[in-house]
């Protein structure tokens, strides 16, 4: 069974502790069975690659590695902080759809 993650794709989330603590990304990447998620520009890590065929090249590469989910927050535009998610029941014509909202503000996230 897989868990459930406070993150999706696309995503803004600030860094709530590590070495990249207080920094802002865009979630790339999620992956609930393992409880990470891959953050634009953060928790980069360098890879030595080998070149697969004639004419590749080789080299140190810089890539973001997965960190762990609990590791970062919902990033709200309008506070400029990391917050909780909450949830509202908003009418869209004849559906009613839950989106999750600031738990401070109450802007839309």
């Known amino acids: 069974m897989a868990n459930k993650l406070h993150v999706r794709e696309g995503?803004?989330?600030?860094v709530i502790?590590?070495?990249d603590k207080?920094?802002?990304g865009k979630v790339l990447e999620v992956s609930p069975r393992e409880g990470k998620i891959i953050v634009e520009g953060l928790n980069k890590v360098k890879k030595h690659v080998k070149p697969r065929r004639?004419?590749?090249r080789g080299g140190i590469v810089e890539a973001e590695a997965p960190m762990y989910a609990c590791k970062v927050q919902l990033y709200c535009s309008?506070?400029?902080k990391a917050v909780r998610a909450g949830h509202?029941?908003?009418e869209d014509g004849?559906?009613?759809r839950k989106v999750r909202v600031c738990a401070k503000c109450g802007k839309t996230l």
């Open 11 to 14: 995503d803004t989330v600030m």
């Open 17 to 19: 502790s590590g070495d």
């Open 22 to 24: 207080g920094e802002t």
């Open 54 to 56: 004639a004419g590749d």
């Open 78 to 80: 309008a506070c400029k």
């Open 88 to 90: 509202k029941f908003v």
């Open 94 to 96: 004849d559906k009613v």
